[in-house]
Nanobody
Framework: QVPLVESGGGLVQSGGSLRISCAAS????????VGWFRQAPGKEREGLVC????????YYGDAAKDRFTISRDTVNNTVYLQMINLEPEDTAVYSC??????????????????????WGRGTTVTVSS
């Protein structure tokens, strides 16, 4: 069983909204720093929103500011990314990661420690013009 599974991706029109999910199994997200990332074709992975749960500060990357919101559901052991005002340049594979909470959100987003914790395989979001 894959520890982290993303879902909820799909096709959305420009200006639309979408909420994607990251469900964890075999460990509790509550005790981990969690983050959302994306990678568009031919581009580097980009950190969007990262919540360390350690210092109480949520880091938002430039692409996510004022449009994306991260939230945790401890009952369902799931993390969500709510996205609004989507544009075609938001088209990418969106993935989540969960790492030990010693990292700050900023560190996790800027320098994703993919050798630590758990990482999902992603869900594809396509925004049409």
């Amino acid at each position: 069983q894959v520890p982290l599974v993303e879902s909820g991706g799909g096709l959305v029109q420009s200006g639309g909204s979408l909420r994607i999910s990251c469900a964890a199994s075999r460990f509790s997200l509550e005790y981990y720093a969690v983050g959302w990332f994306r990678q568009a074709p031919g581009k580097e992975r980009e950190g969007l929103v990262c919540d360390s749960s350690h210092d109480g500060v949520i880091y938002y990357g430039d692409a996510a500011k004022d449009r994306f919101t991260i939230s945790r559901d401890t009952v369902n052991n799931t993390v969500y990314l709510q996205m609004i005002n989507l544009e075609p340049e938001d088209t990418a594979v969106y993935s989540c990661g969960a790492v030990p909470p010693a990292l700050t959100g900023q560190s996790m987003c800027r320098y994703p420690p993919t050798h630590l914790g758990h990482w999902g395989r992603g869900t594809t979001v396509t925004v049409s013009s």
